[in-house]
């Protein structure tokens, strides 16, 4: 059972609230100035996304003006992930939302009919590292990916893109990815998880990567890069149905997006600046993190090479349909 449960019941709750003035999807609502008044000629969007690094270039992108220049009048409503920003666009809580390609993938194995509309961020270019790492204590006798075999690692979701690519990296490496076992810890408490030995190693993506090397913990595996040295991370998604029936916000939308990524890429002190407007993290820190490469078009070879791995793993049950996930002629 790949959490269908949780998303129906969640998808229930984001109608609610729909129904109860919660979130203002276009063609529900006008865009208003700071005095309520009607924003002249802006059309309202909504977008859920994770306060993560992530989604640096949509805040990066507001700040700047690129979703005005295109005639839309942002609001960003933070999310937990997928089990909120998935139902949030299911039930038009939101117009479009921010999800890693498992997330997406899962989605439509269990019928929801999903697309990208622009990606967001893939593994980093810079050398030897990564803005994901599976860590493991510094004294550990761990010190390659092909010896995590048989050994407890912990994921912030289970069934998803970090246990996937895990499994998918002590593959590459010569190990079996299979004889894994996942436990569900979140990233800021993974490496406590690691140094009370409640797990032998520790998928965490940054800003809590560097705090823990910085703690002592050493970095064993990269394994989005290892997955595929150009593997998309997330995007931007929304209905198949949003995208018929409302082409001219889709493709605004895409345009800003597609401006804020390439905007972001090419400035990652802004990038840093505007992480610390939305995350509570340290200012000293964000000088210091390995940020992602943030690129609005996906990579194909790599979407297929996840794809592969998530029918493997069992993470979804079916072939995934990459023509019916990724943007018009992805290459």
């Known amino acids: 059972m790949k959490r269908l449960v949780t998303m129906v019941c969640a998808a229930a709750v984001a109608a609610m609230l729909a129904a109860c003035g919660g979130g203002s999807p276009s063609g529900q609502s006008v865009a208003t100035d700071d005095a309520g008044s009607p924003a002249q000629g802006l059309t309202a969007v909504t977008v859920g996304a994770i306060p993560i690094a992530d989604v ?26 997928g089990a909120v920003s998935v139902p949030g666009v299911v039930s038009g809580s939101f117009d479009f939302a921010f999800g890693n390609t498992v997330s997406l993938m899962v989605a439509r194995d269990q019928g929801l009919d999903l697309k990208y509309v622009v990606n967001g961020t893939r593994a980093s270019n810079e ?20 010896d995590l075999e048989g050994k407890t690692v912990s994921s912030n979701n289970l069934a998803n893109i970090g246990d996937t690519t895990v499994r998918t990296a002590v593959d590459k490496a010569g190990g079996d990815g299979s004889s894994l076992k996942f436990v569900e810890v979140a990233f800021p408490d993974a490496l406590a998880a690691v140094e009370n030995g409640q797990v032998d190693a520790a998928l965490i993506l940054e800003p809590f990567l560097t705090s823990a090397i910085k703690s002592g913990a050493r970095v064993v595996s990269w394994p989005y890069r290892e997955t595929h040295p150009n593997l998309d991370i997330g995007g931007y998604f929304t209905s198949a149905d949003k995208i018929k029936q409302d082409p001219e916000l889709v493709e605004k939308f895409t345009a800003a997006m597609t401006k804020s990524m390439n905007y972001a890429q090419e400035n990652p002190d802004e990038v840093r600046k505007i992480i610390g407007t939305y995350t509570k993290t340290d200012p000293a820190l964000l000088e210091e993190i390995v940020l992602p490469r943030f690129d609005p078009e996906f990579d194909r070879d790599a979407a297929q090479t996840l794809a592969e791995a998530t029918l493997k793993y069992g993470t979804v049950d079916n072939e995934v349909d990459l023509d019916a996930l990724l943007p018009a002629g992805t290459q």
Request: glycine fraction near 10%; charged fraction near 25%.
């Open 56 to 81: 640096a270039p949509i805040h990066l992108g507001k700040a700047k003006g690129f979703f005005e220049e295109e005639g839309l009048d942002l609001t960003i409503e933070n999310t937990t992930g």
């Open 127 to 146: 050398d030897a590292v990564d803005f994901a790492g599976v860590v493991v204590a510094e004294d550990s006798d761990i010190q390659t990916a092909t």
